[in-house]
């Protein structure tokens, strides 16, 4: 059963930077592609990119270009979104899932950002 | 981009009862680039369906989904009260698009 792990919540300022870890265990890592998605309060699911760690290239969705990085560490098992310029708008939870298509390998617990000058 | 609408917004159903999601594309998905996810307050999403009609591992038989296209279903046979949550349809034909959810309640 593959097990992922978030990093915990954070508070941002309008502007900054956030990255979020998710480590994963209990699966072949390089095997399988990591999804990130996102939920704004009360809110629907939106996907917002993945990688396969066994080619390391990501992709991402169009509304993220230029503001989103992902990437992922073979040798820790953890995948990782950056996202910059940072407004209140990407208030969300911030998940990690296993899968390229649909997402039914695992999911992480989440990861709330918050951002608020 | 591939909108997708989900009906209703909510479904007000008694234990033992059908439940019958609607989720609807913009333009066709594929013949069967859909998924479904339930979704507890305070949980991540759980796989329920993918393949438009394949249920995830370890799901219950009531569980069912059905269509191609641009129409496509989600039935639960007899509601328990754990099915009580939002149901999200997620479409990967083109891209990634989730529905607005439904929400099933008492």
């Known amino acids: 059963q593959v097990q992922l792990v978030q990093s915990g919540a954070e508070v941002k300022k309008p502007g900054s930077s956030v990255k979020v870890s998710c480590k994963t265990s209990g699966g072949t890592f390089v095997n399988y592609a990591i999804s990130w998605l996102r939920q704004a309060p009360g809110q629907g699911l939106e996907w917002m990119g993945r990688?396969?760690?066994?080619?390391?290239?990501?992709?991402?969705a169009q509304k993220f270009q230029g503001r989103l990085t992902i990437t992922a560490d073979k040798s820790t098992n953890t995948a990782y979104m950056e996202l910059s310029s940072l407004r209140s708008e990407d208030t969300a939870v911030y998940y990690c899932a296993g899968g390229a298509d649909y997402f039914g390998i695992g999911w992480g617990q989440g990861t709330l950002v918050t951002v608020s000058s | 981009e591939i909108v997708l609408t989900q009906s209703p917004g909510t479904l007000s159903l008694s234990p033992g009862e059908r439940a019958t999601l609607s989720c609807r594309a913009s333009q066709s998905v594929g013949s069967t680039s859909l998924a479904w996810y339930q979704q507890k307050p305070g949980q991540a999403p759980r796989l329920l369906i993918y393949?438009?009609?394949s249920r995830a591992t370890g799901i219950p038989d009531r569980f069912s989904g059905s269509g191609s296209g641009t129409d496509f279903t989600l039935t639960i046979s007899r509601l328990e009260p754990e099915d009580y949550a939002v149901y999200y349809c997620?479409?990967?034909?083109?891209?990634?698009?989730f529905g607005p959810g439904t929400k099933v309640d008492i």
């Open positions: 393949g438009a009609s």
């Open positions: 990688i396969i760690p066994l080619l390391g290239i990501p992709i991402h």
């Open positions: 997620q479409q990967y034909g083109s891209s990634l698009t």
